[in-house]
């Protein structure tokens, strides 16, 4: 019995040299890496963990949030060193680059200045600048009115395009012509891009002034030689009945349908604008295509 009580009390004694050796173990740990972090003065040195000895490079970042199409101003930038493995490698570093320029995607203060974010204006009045990415500008005649409207669709809209094609076949045995009606949609959720040569506005145009030096604003941008539809839209002697096309942003496929239907005789096919409610953008639901028995009620 003697023996076993001894032995216990060597086993329990070790277990005592373990635990004061992991102790230490632990407060030599934290003394690292309280040593380690008192190293990081916040003057770039050592940043992300980088080597200290890395080179710097000056970039320009943002010292507030500047919002889509506003005016970058000195006071909106500063100057910092970063190493330049961080430096992203379009940021511009000469206020010259930046200061003046507008705003084409939401900046955020911290955020270092890149090229492409930042615009003289130069060309923004181009169609090619409107097309979202991913999809094509087309334009479809516009024979009456009534097919957009009363012309009263205006660009930055967004509409529906519905087919509507009357087809009348004759059968070859008896001589009979039936006729066969049907409308369907063939494009959803689209943008108007133009009416006539009246271009949706994406940023603000600066160098338009008028004689007091106020920004001329209007609704729309003009494409160079539009002429008489150069005009304000919202001035009450302009309307759009003069416009000769519409110009929708569509994928290519959409581009195809709406092609075909808009090549086609007027007493054959015609297409309609559908002017959809300001922020709705939810699908169509439900039936899209309607043949004339559906609409006269006609069961099978």
């Given at each position: ?90 940021a511009l570093n000469d206020r010259s ?93 689209v943008e108007v891009l133009a009416v ?44 759009y009945e003069k416009s000769v096309s ?55």
């Amino acid at each position: 019995m003697s023996r076993t009580i001894a032995a216990a009390s060597g086993s329990s004694g070790r277990n005592r040299g373990v635990l004061m050796l992991a102790a230490l173990f632990g407060i030599l740990s934290a003394a690292l890496v309280l040593a380690f972090l008192s190293s990081q003065d916040g003057t770039g040195e050592g940043f992300g963990g980088l080597p200290a000895d890395e080179s710097t490079v000056s970039v320009l970042v943002l010292t507030k949030n500047v919002e889509v199409g506003e005016v970058i101003t000195d006071d909106m930038v500063t100057t910092r060193n970063l190493p330049r493995s961080v430096a992203l490698p379009s940021a511009l570093n000469d206020r010259s680059q930046i200061v003046g320029k507008l705003a084409t995607a939401p900046l955020f203060q911290g955020e270092q200045v890149l090229q492409p974010k930042v615009t003289t204006y130069e060309g923004q009045n181009t169609l090619s600048f409107k097309v979202p990415n991913g999809m094509r500008a087309l334009s479809v005649m516009v024979p009456h009115e009534a097919w957009i409207v009363g012309g009263l669709v205006q660009p930055g809209d967004r509409v529906d395009v519905m087919a509507i094609i009357t087809l009348v076949t004759t059968d070859p045995l008896t001589g009979d012509e039936e006729t066969r009606a049907g409308a369907g949609i063939i494009a959803e959720n689209v943008e108007v891009l133009a009416v006539s040569q009246q271009i949706i506005k994406s940023i603000p145009n600066t160098d338009v002034m008028t004689d007091d030096g106020a920004e001329a604003e209007t609704g729309t941008d003009t494409a160079a030689g539009a002429g008489d539809f150069a005009k304000d839209p919202t001035e009450e002697a302009e309307s759009y009945e003069k416009s000769v096309s519409v110009t929708l942003a569509v994928t290519p496929e959409q581009a195809a349908y709406i092609g075909v239907v808009d090549a086609m005789r007027d007493d054959v096919a015609q297409y309609r604008l559908l002017v959809r409610q300001k922020g709705d953008d939810s699908p169509l639901t439900g039936v899209s295509q309607w043949t004339l028995n559906d609409i006269l009620g006609v069961k099978q």
